[in-house]
């Protein structure tokens, strides 16, 4: 369900025919989006991305716009109007699109996302170990094809591969059947939440420039 | 330290060259920030006081996932059959609280 929210100005980082991906300014690595924030209507497009030299004429003045941003609480979109566009330099300027709404309202983005983990359940009376894929992962719980037998509720221990090192956390197992484990985590060890963060931001923004379902 | 007359087993896990591990521990105390464990015996690993390690437990039916760094483990080992070793969890929460009042006293 969308829901408005507040959102503050943004920079204009990577374009996909009428979807306009947008970040703060120089910090693709931290939260692009703080909601608190007044929207403005002007973006700004970096000087001869090639983002920017596709979207071309689609740009006249009136033609509706999707400006869309990856936030950690769900996709932000709004609808605006091409005020004017120039390329020299790379200027797009859209009206006061009022509200950025919230798609895909959940806790955290999930990302399809394959790398090796490891996990450890326990249930009543014994531990079990064993090693598998993930399938998805978000910054809220992953989901992995890994044979292992446990029931919903049972407290998960993951250790995730992730390209740059890994990744702990603890949680809980959300279902568990055919060798496909949903956990849900509650913490996530402080070294590798940046990273896990970094992550998720990266593909989640790879989905919305390729028109992949998130 | 026990419940109802039993004494609270764990799991501990934790990431090693290997793959992942679980031992079976028995709380011993808890303390402000952490609880004092013992393993099992014959089981022995290393680890650095910072390694990171997951308890996973059940009391009276609930779930407690918690992420906690031993804090005295000289000569690296973390787990050493019969030693008692302190764990101190990454961060106070509402987890932490509420597994630290399951264990009562």
């Known amino acids: 369900m969308d829901r408005p929210v507040d959102a503050d100005r943004r920079e204009v980082r990577e374009l996909n025919g009428r979807v306009v991906v947008v970040t703060r300014p120089g910090t693709t690595e931290s939260v692009p989006f703080v909601l608190a924030g007044v929207v403005v209507g002007n973006l700004v497009l970096i000087p001869d991305s090639s983002a920017a030299r596709t979207l071309g004429a689609q740009l006249a003045e009136g033609n509706p716009l999707e400006i869309a941003a990856v936030d950690p609480k769900g996709r932000l979109t709004c609808t605006a109007l091409v005020q004017r566009y120039r390329t020299d330099p790379h200027e797009l300027h859209v009206t006061d699109p009022g509200f950025f709404h919230l798609r895909n309202d959940r806790s955290a983005f999930r990302v399809a996302m394959v790398v090796p983990v490891h996990l450890v359940v326990a249930s009543e009376t014994a531990a079990e170990s064993a090693a598998g894929t993930s399938l998805d992962l978000s910054s809220a719980g992953l989901s992995a094809r890994v044979d292992l037998a446990c029931n919903p509720g049972s407290p998960v221990f993951a250790s995730i591969h992730l390209p740059d090192g890994n990744l702990l956390a603890v949680g809980t197992v959300i279902s568990a059947a055919d060798q496909h484990v949903r956990v849900r985590f509650t913490q996530v060890d402080p070294a590798g939440s940046g990273r896990l963060a970094a992550h998720l931001r990266r593909a989640e923004i790879e989905q919305m420039r390729t028109g992949e379902a998130a | ?105």
């Not at chain 2, 109802?4 to 079976?24: C, I, K, N, W």
């Not at chain 2, 050493?80 to 630290?100: I, K, P, Q, W, Y």
């Open chain 2, 1 to 105: 330290m026990s419940i109802g007359g039993r004494p609270v087993q764990v799991t501990v896990a934790f990431e090693t060259s290997r793959g992942a591990v679980a031992l079976s521990a028995s709380i011993l105390k808890r303390t402000a920030g952490g609880v004092v464990l013992r393993f099992e015996p014959r089981r022995t690993y290393s680890g650095a006081a910072g390694t990171v390690t997951a308890l996973l437990a059940r009391v009276d039916g609930t779930s407690h996932a918690l992420l906690m760094r031993p804090v005295d483990v000289p000569g690296r080992l973390l787990a050493d059959g019969g030693r008692e070793v302190t764990f101190a969890f990454l961060a106070r929460s509402d987890a932490t609280t509420a597994f630290l009042g399951a264990l009562g006293g």
